[in-house]
């Protein structure tokens, strides 16, 4: 395993091995892991124009579940001819600004 993707690899696991989860995080694929959302007021449609607060474009293909900490959100994506090239992008959650 490359560098690069073990450390991405490592940070994805670091963020979804937090040993508290409060309102304000989504840490692993679908939550908590128990398939419920206790949040209330949630899109019931989802289309381009309704449902959806903004959209972001990532370098070459999605790897992991979004991981919301508190008003950031993080992905991770790779790229190259081998796939060799991993990224790690944070937005804010509000507007989708990349952060870093």
Request: one cysteine or more; a positive charge.
């Amino acid at each position: 395993m490359s560098n690069k993707l073990f450390l991405c690899f490592s940070f994805v696991v670091l963020l979804n091995t937090a040993s508290t989860q409060a309102a304000d995080t989504w840490t692993g694929f679908r939550g908590t892991g128990s398939n419920i959302s206790t949040a209330a007021n949630l899109p019931l449609n989802w289309s381009p124009a309704q449902g959806i607060r903004w959209k972001q474009t990532v370098p070459g293909y999605g790897q992991s579940s979004p991981v919301v900490w508190k008003d950031s959100i993080f992905v991770t994506s790779i790229e190259g001819p081998q796939q060799e090239k991993c990224f790690i992008h944070a937005y804010g959650l509000a507007d989708g600004k990349l952060l870093w």
